[in-house]
């Protein structure tokens, strides 16, 4: 080549561009630093642990029970899943088996919170991709589910609801008409999103064929959930290793095929309608009975678990004489003036005792400020449930001091966004927003 | 002269003011459809016990949310104005300006009624008479990619320079697109001025069909539309904004300058509304009304002022304009955004071949028929 010709030749320069952390589509903060040729990108490297909260040493710092709230904060879109394998694991720890009652909330409440999870995940992409009322659809029906949630808890997101043992409050009365209305609405709102989008060419064109992964390099990375499943892998943890009460239910698990972003979104859209299928099929089923369990595996009354001095009433408390409703909206009715705890250092005395003699404030005092709660044996155990995105671990070591001495998260977002670069290296810049909403990632439980 | 000048200013506040009422129509619309209220949050109450009466009559405005437009420039007027530090400041400042200048000067060859007569004097309902207002619109809505570049290109910023980019050739491709789809109007009436294009949709076929464009050119007509959209740069067609991809050209813009852009949007909007009323719905005819008043098919007449029929024509040009936009807007909360190649395939590879087969098929079927 002459020299003249090869100044002519015209000098290209990839450009570099960092998506994030402060991006629209980033959900949380991450960075993916992009280097593109045009809109195409040809190599892509994400940095995390831009959410980095230290939830497994701080786990380490506190007691058994004081780890629950910060397990909510994990994956803050279904949260009550994230109790639940916390707890299972610590029951693994000590071999408590929870009553039937009590599985059976643990299974519909997760159900419940799965659901909420891909109505947020399908609306927050398809908003991503410009079909915003498909998105408040979504989010209005993930609403109506927030609303039981709030009924069961008392809260919408930060629920601290498992407790280990069992559950913290039974369901309110008129549960069950409520929970299935909501289903039926739900059941309503996911058929509409599904005219709106399955079968819209825009949409479809714009997730078919995008961040594909084969089945074998989403085995190797260790992907699970949906997005192992889009590849055509037909693993569910609650079909493969079933705990609570999985296994009594008929339920279908979704499989794709191609392990594109279309697959996934179809994957998640009838896992939806399959959970709706496990509640209603375990409303059906639920026996009644007590819902917590001490750690010596005995039942613990409905009426130790209701503590009306949380609601601030706590004047002439322990002279008052009651019957009891062990819901959380029992909290207004009257307490049991001698409400004992079968196992002093597992369960929180009674606030009337807190606050009205010198036992049960030690009792307390001792439970929350010396770590002297709950000691489950030395040992380890590992539990793993069927999070929204796939399989969520707890590992627990046990000193046998009331600390564990180490909690360890799986969490099913970490390795999936470890396989981001594979997912997005040669498309456009413009298939990085779908492919990331497919991915799902919670900066809470992916930076812990 | 003046009335030239009188009429100018009518249309450009008339449009700025739709342009703005258009803010509000979107956020209803959109809210309309989402099971939502939609924002009624600025109110504007007098504090005074004697202005109760005043405060009454403020009421309805005040729930429908009619005031956000008004809260809107404020609060866009009264915004830092930023600069990206190593951005061109000239050219940064000019973006804005370019492109409402472009998207507002071709309403001036839009006709929105036939003749307004008052006493002896004449008024033509079109600020400037064009024989070739076709081809004066189309320059000016090119020119307006002008704006979006330079905006792209002087923020000094990599989301707004690929914003930019993606605009160039996004409008370059549907301008071409949506010139080629009314070609076949343009051939069925034989006129580049659009008072003429307008004035032939006022016959009849087979006696009761009113001869407007979208009878004779049903494929031109979609396809318009379909280009048309892409020209406004929203939603399905928004890849030059791609609020969660890209962000978008105006990424480093904020205040009156971002407004403007924004303006521009919605200004883009009813010029397509304005231009597919034009093009395809007879722009300002009401079927069956000609000079004198209603002449219906079988028939009998009705009699009619001209002021009457002027006022007939102008407001049967906006009806039609307001519910095109309403039409867009409804599209654009319905549908997902394309990604770029697939955009460009739709244009080229779907669009344009049509509107060609459309041509041609249209001058046989003049030349034959």
Redesign the interface.
């Known amino acids: 080549m002459t020299q003249a010709a090869e100044f002519k030749k015209t000098r290209t320069e990839s450009?570099?561009?960092n998506v994030g952390p402060s991006?629209?589509?980033m959900h949380g903060i991450v960075r993916i630093i992009t280097e593109l040729d045009g809109?195409n990108v040809l190599s892509s490297d994400v940095e995390i642990g831009y959410l980095h909260r230290a939830f497994e040493k701080s786990s380490e710092q506190s007691g058994y029970l004081q780890v629950m709230p910060y397990t909510d904060r994990l994956n803050y879109v279904s949260p009550l899943i994230n109790n639940t394998g916390y707890c299972l694991a610590v029951e693994k720890l000590f071999g408590l088996d929870v009553t039937e009652r009590a599985k059976y909330i643990r299974v519909i409440m997760c159900e419940i919170s799965r659901i909420t999870d891909h109505l947020t995940c399908v609306g927050a992409s398809?908003?991503?991709?410009?079909?915003?009322?498909a998105f408040?659809?979504m989010i209005?029906a993930r609403d109506y589910l927030y609303k039981i949630i709030e009924d069961v808890t008392g809260a919408r997101l930060t629920i601290s609801y498992m407790r280990i043992g069992g559950v913290k409050g039974d369901l309110p009365a008129g549960f069950e008409g409520k929970c299935r209305e909501a289903l039926a609405e739900t059941r309503k709102v996911i058929k509409e999103c599904d005219e709106?989008?399955t079968k819209?060419r825009?949409?479809v064109?714009?997730l078919k064929d995008t961040g594909v992964i084969s089945k074998e390099a989403a085995l190797g990375y260790g992907i699970t959930g949906p997005f192992l499943r889009s590849t055509g892998v037909d693993y569910d943890v609650r079909r493969a290793t079933p705990y609570l009460v999985y296994d009594r239910f008929d339920f279908e698990v979704p499989v794709g095929e191609h392990g594109d972003n279309y697959d996934r979104y179809l994957c998640r859209m009838d896992e939806m309608e399959q959970s709706i299928r496990i509640i209603e099929q375990a409303l059906d089923q639920i026996p009644q009975g007590p819902v917590l369990l001490g750690t010596d595996g005995k039942v613990i009354p409905a009426e130790d678990m209701v503590d009306e001095a949380k609601m601030g009433r706590v004047e002439g408390l322990g002279f008052r004489v009651a019957d009891f409703d062990p819901t959380l909206a029992g909290a207004n009715k009257y307490m049991y003036p001698e409400g004992h705890v079968n196992n002093k250092r597992a369960e929180l005395p009674p606030k009337e005792d807190t606050y009205s003699n010198i036992e049960g404030l030690m009792n307390h005092f001792k439970m929350i400020m010396d770590g002297h709660g709950i000691r489950p044996p030395k040992g380890e155990a590992y539990f793993p449930v069927e999070g929204a995105n796939g399989e969520l671990g707890f590992y627990i070591v046990s000193d046998g001091t009331g600390r564990p001495y180490r909690v360890r998260v799986r969490p099913p977002c970490f390795v999936i966004v470890a396989a981001l670069p594979v997912l997005i290296n040669g498309g456009?810049?413009?298939?990085?927003?779908p492919t990331f909403g497919s991915v799902n990632m919670i900066g809470g439980e992916l930076d812990r | 002269m003046m009335i030239t000048i009188i009429l100018a200013i009518v249309v450009f506040t008339t449009v700025l003011n739709f342009a703005a009422l258009h803010t509000w129509i979107e956020r209803k619309q959109s809210a309309l459809m989402q099971d939502r209220i939609g924002a009624n949050r600025a109110h504007v109450v007098l504090p005074w016990k004697w202005a109760a009466p005043v405060n009454w009559l403020l009421k309805p405005i005040n729930e429908l949310g009619l005031f956000h437009p008004i809260a809107d420039a404020i609060k866009m007027f009264t915004k830092e104005d930023y600069i990206p530090p190593f951005g061109d400041k000239f050219l940064h400042t000019l973006a804005p300006f370019l492109s409402l200048m472009f998207a507002m000067v071709g309403f001036a060859a839009i006709p929105f009624g036939d003749k307004l007569v008052i006493g002896s004097h004449i008024i033509n309902l079109q600020v400037a008479p064009l024989n070739v207002a076709v081809l004066y619109i189309f320059a000016m809505m090119s020119m307006g990619v002008y704006g979006v570049v330079l905006a792209g290109f002087s923020s000094n910023n990599n989301y707004a320079f690929l914003g930019g980019m993606r605009a160039a050739s996004q409008m370059l491709a549907y301008e071409i697109t949506l010139g080629a789809t009314i070609i076949g109007v343009v051939m069925i009436f034989g006129s580049l001025d659009l008072q003429q294009i307008v004035r032939g949709q006022g016959k009849l076929i087979f006696g009761w069909i009113p001869m407007w464009g979208i009878f004779l050119q049903p494929i031109g007509f979609l396809l318009f539309l379909a280009a048309g959209l892409a020209e406004t740069k929203r939603i399905p067609y928004d890849i030059p904004e791609g609020e969660s991809e890209i962000l978008g050209y105006f990424v480093e813009y904020s205040g009156m300058k971002f407004g403007m852009f924004f303006f521009t949007d919605f200004i883009e909007t009813i010029m397509i509304a304005a231009l597919a009323t034009t093009f395809f719905l007879g722009g300002w005819q009401v079927p069956y009304l000609l000079a004198d008043g209603f002449h219906f098919p079988w028939g009998s007449m009705m009699a009619l002022p001209s002021l009457a029929v002027t006022f007939l024509q102008v407001f049967s040009f906006s009806f039609k304009v307001i519910a095109f936009c309403w039409l867009f807007m409804t599209i654009r909360w319905t549908l997902p955004r394309f990604r770029y190649d697939q955009l460009m395939e739709l244009g080229w590879k779907g669009i344009f071949p049509i509107a060609l087969a459309n041509i041609v098929v249209t001058a046989a079927l003049l030349l034959f028929v």
């Open positions: 450009m570099l561009l991006h629209p589509a809109e398809a908003m991503e991709l410009g079909a915003f009322t408040l659809y209005k709106l989008l819209n825009i949409f064109d714009r456009s810049l413009a298939d990085i927003v």
